[in-house]
């Protein structure tokens, strides 16, 4: 069974963090295996306290991990302090295996969760990662990005990794579509799914991210990892369990189950 570990912080509601992506793994047959990196007490309502790790401590968590497995891939969500991104940056710049950056510090609503000086740090991350998943904020926050705009393009078709631009809402063929896009230097590659009106949300970029992970560690090209991911969180969020008073989680279990259905 392929190990895959996840670099994240804890969502006490299950919906999001480490918890969404060791469901994730567990979803597409891989072994999950977490490095946590901050405490969070939230709820499908919002966070209402976090506590950081020692950056020590995250080194430990992942020191442990590989010396004793095999490790096949590699997820990195929060890290929330730029003592913890340059620790993992030292974790994992001489490894060979897939790693999936999630670059979470700015929410869908658009409220920067980190310091300025940290989020520039991020991309210190970039050269030794196979592909980074911004939201449409996190993209203009790191390399500039404005849809539409092509000139902003310029550092994300320069960048070190590939980058997937996520949930473009955009109207084709006279439905509305949740588009990614891809960009491998100029190479573009979209990936859309029907839009769903639904308020479960909660956690879909770090299941997004854990998928692509998962399936990388499977052995699917990125772009096939990246189409399974699209699809895996849009049953996931068609067959939400409608929990919570707020923006509930997805159905990781029965968007997995669907998944090994594989095109």
């Known amino acids: 069974m392929k190990?895959?570990?996840?670099?994240?912080?804890?969502?006490?509601?299950?919906?999001?963090g480490i918890q969404a992506d060791l469901k994730t793994f567990e979803a597409f047959g891989v072994f999950g295996?977490?490095?946590i990196t901050v405490l969070t007490a939230q709820?499908?309502?919002?966070?209402?306290?976090?506590?950081?790790?020692?950056a020590s401590f995250v080194k430990s968590q992942i020191k442990a991990v590989f010396d004793d497995f095999d490790v096949a891939a590699i997820k990195i969500g929060m890290?929330?302090?730029?003592?913890?991104?340059?620790?993992?940056?030292?974790?994992?710049?001489?490894?060979?295996?897939p790693i999936v950056f999630d670059p979470v510090f700015i929410s869908k609503a658009g409220s920067k969760l980190l310091s300025d000086d940290a989020i520039q740090n991020m991309k210190s991350l970039l050269p030794y990662c196979t592909v980074a998943t911004p939201n449409i904020y996190e993209a203009k926050g790191l390399f500039g990005y404005e849809f539409g705009n092509s000139d902003s393009l310029s550092?994300?078709?320069?960048?070190?990794?590939?980058?997937?631009?996520k949930n473009h809402v955009l109207e084709m063929n006279l439905h509305e579509r949740s588009v990614d896009t891809l960009y491998i230097g100029r190479d573009?590659?979209?990936?859309?799914?029907?839009?769903?009106?639904?308020?479960?949300?909660?956690?879909t970029g770090c299941s997004f991210s854990s998928s692509i992970a998962a399936n990388l560690a499977l052995g699917l090209t990125l772009q096939d990892s990246i189409k399974l991911a699209k699809k895996f969180v849009y049953l996931g969020i068609k067959n939400a369990p409608n929990i919570g008073a707020g923006k509930g989680p997805i159905n990781h279990k029965i968007g997995g189950e669907i998944c090994h259905i594989k095109e």
């Open 33 to 35: 295996m977490s490095a």
């Open 43 to 54: 709820n499908t309502q919002g966070v209402s306290e976090i506590r950081e790790l020692d």
């Open 188 to 203: 573009k590659f979209v990936f859309d799914t029907p839009y769903l009106y639904k308020n479960a949300t909660h956690g």
């Open 79 to 97: 890290l929330y302090s730029n003592e913890i991104i340059d620790t993992v940056r030292e974790s994992i710049k001489d490894l060979q295996i």
């Open 3 to 16: 190990v895959v570990l996840t670099i994240a912080g804890s969502d006490s509601s299950g919906g999001a």
């Open 155 to 165: 550092e994300i078709i320069n960048a070190p990794c590939g980058i997937v631009i």
